[in-house]
């Protein structure tokens, strides 16, 4: 029989609801995005979050019903984001979810949004022949989050959809995320929020222009599987400020985003060679710590398996060295399609289906949590 789960995920600035069958096939997945909100203060206000999350959730979910053909009754289970995430965005959908199984008399599922994302590498894996296996050592790299796993199933647990699976974390940043990176960069000069969709195609059409600034490696003491890109944004900052000259085009284009304009084709002209320039030399620099650190894991750890999955894995140029390092090294590497890398509520339902299979539930008391690790 297969198993229909209602998805709901609100843990940051996208209102999201999807029907997944069997925690593999898409029946339908709706994001209800607040960058327009968050856009003109260059990072998500939580306050503001959670209004937008209560104004959007019912038609977010009623949307998602109608385009897999489906109505409340037909749904098995209905699947949360607990966290981690923003507390008072996480619990509109918690409340929400818990209102709908309590009245439907369904499962309710609570899923960590972290496993989300490392789901959504497995979500269209039944459409492609060779799908990814595990063992496996997974990236999660996103606006909030730079962390490494290696995950294996759990004792007594199969090669199936409905497998648990166990995470042992081997990195992670120990500053900002690289997400949170590409936006404070965005930030300072002066190209909006979110930073990474317009500063991956800027350094695409920065072409051979030549570099105002080289960026060193992150040395790591310790754990050399960590993280750290506060060190790089702070380095973009003391280059800003030592040449003024950045001033007039920064300024031109925070006018341009107040403006609402803040589309690709509209940002490019304000952009001379040095700042494309500059932009290329970022991504290189956090495109290099993030393939080379998650490599060396796993082939230290002897995996031959990788999976990348978060908002910064929609990064073409990160995914184009992934996949070019990856083979010169003999592994293999996979990545949700762009859409399912950023947030969204079928990796929540993909997630749910394997504790729905081994009955793990919520009960009305399920609270949101801002930091819940992952297991
Ligand atoms: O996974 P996500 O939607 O939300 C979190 O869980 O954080 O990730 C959002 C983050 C933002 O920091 C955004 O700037 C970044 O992912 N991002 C990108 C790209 N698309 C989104 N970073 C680099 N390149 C992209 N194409
Ligand atoms: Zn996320």
Not at 20 to 31: A, H, N
């Amino acid at each position: 029989m297969s198993i229909r789960i209602l998805g709901i995920e609100s843990s940051c600035d996208e209102t999201a609801a999807a029907v997944v069958i069997d925690g593999r096939e898409i029946l339908s997945s709706v994001v209800a995005s607040q960058i327009d909100i968050h856009g003109k203060y260059g990072g998500v206000v939580p306050e503001l979050a959670s209004r937008e999350h209560l104004r959007r959730i019912v038609p977010v979910v009623r949307e998602a019903l109608e385009q897999a053909n489906l109505s409340l009754r037909d749904v098995d289970a209905i699947a949360v984001t607990q966290g981690p995430g923003l507390v008072g965005s996480l619990l509109v959908g918690i409340t929400f979810g818990k209102t709908l199984a309590e009245s439907l008399g369904k499962p309710l599922v609570p899923v960590n949004h972290l496993e989300g994302h490392v789901h959504a590498v497995f979500l269209e894996a039944h459409k492609s022949a060779i799908a990814p296996a595990l063992p496996a050592v997974c990236l999660i790299v996103s606006g909030g989050h730079t962390v490494l796993y290696e995950i294996q199933f759990k004792d007594g647990q199969s090669v199936d959809a409905g497998s648990l699976w166990s995470y042992r974390k081997i990195g992670q940043t120990r500053d900002d995320a690289a997400g949170e990176a590409y936006d404070k960069v965005s930030k300072l000069l002066g190209l909006g929020y979110p930073g990474g969709p317009i500063l991956d195609r800027l350094a695409a059409a920065a072409g051979n222009v030549p570099a105002p600034v080289k960026f060193a490696a992150t040395k790591m003491r310790g754990n050399t599987y960590d993280f750290s890109f506060s060190g790089l944004k702070t380095a973009v900052l003391y280059h800003l400020r030592e040449n003024p000259d950045y001033l007039p085009e920064i300024q031109a284009r925070e006018s341009a985003i107040a403006r609402g304009e803040r589309q690709f084709d509209q940002l490019l002209p304000l952009c001379g060679a040095k700042t494309l320039g500059l932009v290329r030399e970022f991504q290189n620099a956090v495109v290099r710590d993030l393939v080379e650190r998650t490599l060396r894991a796993a082939e230290g750890i002897g995996v031959p398996t990788v999976l990348v999955s978060g908002g910064v894995a929609a990064n073409r140029q990160l995914r184009a060295s992934f996949e070019e390092r990856a083979l010169s090294a003999g592994l293999k590497v996979y990545f949700p399609s762009p859409a399912l890398s950023t947030d969204n509520a079928a990796m929540i339902a993909a997630a749910a289906y394997p504790r729905f299979a081994n009955k793990i539930f919520a009960d009305i008391s399920l609270n949101a949590s801002a930091s819940l690790p992952i297991e």
